[in-house]
């Protein structure tokens, strides 16, 4: 039985001394060996976990017989985005999920793995994919996350004059600001979006919509937009002591660090460095906090009101995290911030025992009367999810949204306005990378397929 490469990491005590990439990537002969562990399965259960449906075994067929060309052929067909989605995409959660050598065949086929290979591969060789001639249609998309990055890619493909509208100085969305350059290099993601740019596309950056320019404006000027602006507005605790100095949502920390590089001493905008942090949360963008203040020079505590087994992050930023010296503290709640002089000084907090399960099919969490304690810490980062901001829905009335602020649209991607479509975080609230990418396919695929038959 062969058992899963795995791929090769930095060392942990190397690693946390700067930002440089943790997971290394397979070389050329690893990830040969490793698509030759694929079983080429007849109906394919892996493609079936994959939001973008991308065609898993016939990209790793070509991996396997070296045609790495031919490989990116495939991917790119359905995956606009492969070195990002290799790098952060939840695949035990998706497509390894269903893959039949998981559970007695060695493990999984590293899908995510060899989809991040033939990504860089293709940033390497420069492959270039030619756009169909113009169509006369225009398309506009509002932010340039992976979400609209996607459906800005499948559209420019298919003959629209695209220009994305990003509000931030830089383009990327989450993937520039959210996402540490330890886990996704800069890099990559600037030469992801070279590559659409090389399709034609337009990005207008330090563009808000609802502000700098209205909805209403872009409807007039153009066939089709599309709005992808995320979910960047962050949640709190709402306990005690939140509006103390030294207390950050998870958003703002990792944006002024990824960003706006806030922790460097010549920053017009610096960061103060945690001594004793405490991160709230257990999701990715917890554990991409935790290592980043880990990183900074702190000690760093993650708590959390459940247990390792309900976390939502991925495995593998769990297992790194630990690695690298964070501490966990579960089955723990904070109930108060703590502080001296407008400082924070502690978090308080009490235990917790798993009960029945929730809404959510996760066990609930029920305090253990007579058990609060404290934490000492000088920071503390609330990392509980983000929510759509308001901005655009309440300069464009007509938009139908849920009570959370989410844009409501039918199953190929429309709201209640003709032609003006959403998708991603500002869709369904934070998810992941992948969702909002196959969002943005169908949204696009909608487009398309209107004007096809209307020109």
């Known amino acids: 039985m062969e058992k899963r490469n795995p791929i090769p990491t930095a060392d942990a005590k190397e690693r946390i001394k700067g930002f440089g990439e943790v997971a290394l990537g397979y070389d050329e002969e690893t990830a040969v060996k490793e698509a030759e562990r694929c079983l080429q399965c007849k109906n394919a259960p892996c493609k079936k976990g994959c939001p973008v449906g991308v065609s898993i075994p016939e990209f790793i067929s070509c991996i396997k017989n070296r045609d790495f060309a031919a490989s990116v052929k495939v991917m790119k067909g359905d995956n606009n985005l492969p070195s990002v989605c290799g790098r952060v995409c939840p695949q035990e959660e998706q497509?390894?999920?269903?893959?039949?050598?998981?559970?007695?065949?060695?493990?999984?086929?590293?899908i995510g793995y060899l989809e991040r290979f033939i990504g860089d591969y293709a940033l390497k060789a420069k492959s270039e994919i030619k756009p169909a001639a113009k169509n006369g249609r225009k398309a506009a998309v509002i932010g340039s996350g992976p979400s609209g990055l996607t459906a800005a890619a499948d559209l420019a493909l298919a003959g629209f004059e695209v220009t994305i509208y990003e509000s931030l100085h830089k383009a990327g969305g989450v993937l520039i600001y959210g996402i540490p350059e330890f886990?996704?290099?800069?890099?990559?993601?600037?030469?992801?979006?070279?590559?659409?740019?090389?399709?034609?596309?337009?990005?207008?950056?330090?563009?808000?919509?609802?502000?700098t320019i209205t909805v209403d404006e872009l409807m007039k000027e153009n066939d089709a937009v599309?709005?992808?602006?995320?979910?960047?507005?962050?949640?709190?605790?709402?306990?005690?002591?939140?509006?103390?100095?030294?207390?950050y949502s998870a958003n703002e920390y990792l944006t002024r660090v990824n960003l706006m590089k806030a922790y460097r001493e010549d920053s017009d905008t610096p960061l103060i460095r945690g001594k004793n942090v405490v991160v709230v949360g257990a999701g990715n963008v917890a554990m991409d906090s935790a290592r980043t203040a880990l990183r900074l020079g702190g000690k760093v505590t993650l708590v959390y009101r459940r247990t390792r087994e309900?976390?939502?992050?991925?495995?593998?930023?769990?297992?790194?995290?630990?690695?690298?010296?964070?501490?966990?503290?579960?089955?723990?709640?904070?109930?108060?911030?703590?502080?001296?002089?407008?400082?924070?000084t502690g978090i308080r907090c009490i235990k917790m025992e798993l009960g029945e399960p929730d809404a959510s099919g996760r066990r609930r969490p029920i305090?253990?009367?007579?058990s609060e304690h404290e934490i000492a810490c000088d920071q503390v980062i609330v990392a509980l999810g983000t929510t759509p901001n308001p901005l655009l829905k309440n300069s464009f009335k007509r938009l139908n949204t849920t009570d959370k602020g989410t844009i409501l649209i039918n199953e190929n991607g429309e709201t209640n306005v003709e032609n003006l479509f959403a998708g991603g975080d500002a869709v369904t609230g934070a998810a992941t990378v992948i969702l909002a990418m196959g969002a943005g396919k169908t949204a696009a695929r909608t487009i398309i397929e209107r004007f096809k038959n209307n020109n």
């Open 95 to 110: 497509c390894e999920k269903y893959c039949v050598r998981k559970a007695k065949l060695g493990g999984s086929v590293g």
């Open 183 to 211: 886990r996704l290099p800069k890099d990559i993601v600037e030469r992801e979006i070279e590559t659409l740019l090389d399709l034609g596309v337009k990005i207008e950056l330090n563009a808000v919509i609802g502000k």
């Open 226 to 247: 599309y709005i992808a602006t995320g979910a960047g507005l962050p949640s709190f605790l709402g306990v005690k002591g939140e509006n103390l100095n030294g207390v």
């Open 310 to 344: 309900e976390m939502p992050a991925r495995a593998e930023e769990i297992e790194h995290a630990l690695e690298e010296g964070v501490e966990f503290r579960l089955l723990t709640n904070p109930i108060e911030i703590l502080g001296e002089n407008g400082r924070v």
């Open 367 to 370: 305090a253990v009367p007579g």
